[in-house]
């Protein structure tokens, strides 16, 4: 049993995120980095924005904005603050520094020597023009993990390119199968080919900090937005289609399933779908079609996947007449896999997701008391370590001071 010294050293252990005395510069820009330091601060690492004075973080002044007459596409006042800065900056601190100048690159170069973890997102060849890559960074701190984030790595004939979310979303084959089948490539609806690169750089870093315990050295971590996408887009064996008679953009179904599929009802749509062959019996007996199970063209999933286009008439027969709530109902006490098509507007209006406290509106940092837009919180919850990204985006340089003393003083080197 833990005596009570022990009880007051796990409550201070509790009060600090996994990450705190972990010292981070931040680097990056948009969307693929800032996701990656803003998991590292709500763990409780010190991420420290390296700004450019001359031109501050552009997302900052990217519509749309809040500011103290609400959200707007357009400035109404100086202070007001692009949307995408006030998430993505929450909970970390802001300096400016000049990296093109001798002053600036040597104060970088000094905060590097302290830093735990760099972060950038330039590319490929920026950081080595500016004389701040990782082959010049580790022999003066060789404790240093230094995480590039690119379009499509470090290394390669592409690695040069430009590269934004959509451009790797096509890049990556993800576009080729997305839509219908029929239709033209697509888009998918959020920047997750950013997201996801921003969430394996994450465990990248977390995973070269475990490394570094136990080998005291940092090192370098190559993360290509392409790469991260086709890893995970290759669970499914694209280069069979062609040889199974499967187009490859499948629509709201999925491949190896049949039905799934998305259905209307007579107020909304929902998805649901047979994962076995118990859940198709129970299909459709919910739908009054029980001798469907004898039909030899239904009698196993290959072949109901090759009559697909059949039994999604059959089930959107069904669906058209009842509502969404009495689809959902149903198919509940029938124990098959539904759930309404919800909107992602309102999606903080359903209870599971209040519950979980997943959003959180956003805070400003020139107008405390105002309600921001709504931002979600980092989604893994621990027993112990404290999550928060509770603090507002920082104000230009707002932190220099602080930082310039508690990183570069004779008791920051201590």
Same mark, same amino acid.
């Given at each position: 049993?833990?005596?009570?010294t022990?009880a007051?050293k796990d409550?201070?252990?509790?009060d600090?995120g996994?990450?705190?005395?972990i010292?981070?510069?931040d ?7 800032p996701?990656?330091t803003?998991?590292?601060s ?7 924005k390296i ?5 501050g ?6 519509p749309?904005?809040f500011?103290?007459?609400?959200v707007?596409?357009?400035?109404? &006042?100086p202070? $007001?603050?692009?949307?995408?800065? #006030?998430?993505r900056?929450?909970s970390?601190?802001?300096?400016? @520094?000049? +990296? /093109? ?6 104060t ?6 302290k830093?735990d973890?760099?972060?950038e997102n ?8 500016l004389?701040?890559?990782y082959?010049q960074?580790?022999s ?6 230094y995480c590039s ?6 290394t390669?004939?592409?690695?040069s390119?430009?590269a934004?979310?959509?451009?790797v ?36 870093i977390?995973?070269?900090?475990f ?6 050295l ?5 993360? &290509?937005m392409t $790469?991260c996408?086709?890893?995970? #887009?290759?669970?499914?064996p694209w280069?069979?289609?062609?040889? @199974?008679? +499967? /187009? ?7 491949m190896r399933f ?11 749509t929902v998805?649901?779908g ?10 459709l007996?919910m739908?009054?079609?029980a001798d469907?199970?004898y039909?030899?063209k239904f009698?196993s ?5 090759e ?6 008439t059959?089930?959107?027969?069904w669906?058209?007449?009842r ?10 006490n029938?124990?098959?896999?539904c ?5 992602i507007?309102?999606i ?13 509106p ?19 919850k ?5 999550i ?5 985006a ?19 080197n201590?």
């Amino acid at each position: 049993m833990l005596n009570q010294t022990d009880a007051i050293k796990d409550d201070k252990i509790a009060d600090k995120g996994a990450l705190s005395g972990i010292k981070v510069l931040d680097l990056t820009r948009y969307l693929s980095g800032p996701q990656t330091t803003l998991f590292l601060s709500a763990l409780g690492a010190e991420v420290v924005k390296i700004d450019d004075p001359n031109q501050g973080d552009p997302v900052r002044n990217s519509p749309p904005f809040f500011g103290k007459d609400g959200v707007s596409m357009s400035k109404a &006042s100086p202070l $007001d603050i692009g949307i995408a800065y #006030l998430k993505r900056a929450r909970s970390k601190k802001s300096i400016e @520094l000049d +990296l /093109k100048s001798a002053e600036g690159l040597n104060t970088f170069l000094r905060l590097a020597e302290k830093a735990d973890v760099i972060v950038e997102n330039f590319r490929v060849g920026v950081t080595k023009r500016l004389k701040i890559d990782y082959e010049q960074l580790k022999s003066k701190n060789p404790k240093v993990i230094y995480c590039s984030i690119t379009g499509f790595g470090a290394t390669g004939p592409d690695a040069s390119k430009k590269a934004f979310d959509a451009t790797v979303q096509a890049a990556s084959g993800l576009m080729s199968i997305t839509g219908e089948p029929d239709g033209l490539p697509m888009k998918i609806g959020s920047s997750m080919a950013d997201t996801i690169a921003g969430t394996f750089a994450f465990s990248g870093i977390l995973a070269s900090l475990f490394r570094r315990e136990k080998t005291g050295l940092g090192e370098y971590i190559d993360v &290509s937005m392409t $790469d991260c996408l086709v890893s995970l #887009l290759y669970d499914e064996p694209w280069d069979c289609f062609e040889a @199974l008679g +499967l /187009k490859k953009r499948q629509g709201n179904r999925i491949m190896r399933f049949s039905p799934f599929n998305c259905y209307a009802g007579k107020d909304g749509t929902v998805v649901l779908g047979a994962a076995s062959e118990k859940d198709w019996i129970s299909i459709l007996r919910m739908i009054g079609q029980a001798d469907l199970q004898y039909e030899d063209k239904f009698s196993s999933i290959s072949k109901r996947i090759e009559n697909n286009s059949e039994i999604d008439t059959i089930i959107s027969i069904w669906t058209s007449t009842r509502t969404v709530d009495e689809i959902a109902r149903l198919c509940e006490n029938h124990e098959i896999p539904c759930h309404p098509v919800n909107d992602i507007a309102q999606i903080a209006e359903w209870k599971q997701i209040t519950d979980r406290e997943i959003l959180t509106p956003l805070p400003h940092p020139y107008f405390t008391n105002m309600r921001g837009p709504l931002a979600a919180n980092f989604p893994i919850k621990f027993s112990g370590s404290k999550i928060t990204l509770d603090n507002p985006a920082p104000k230009p340089n707002e932190h220099f001071k602080e930082i310039m003393e508690s990183w570069l003083s004779s008791e920051g080197n201590a």
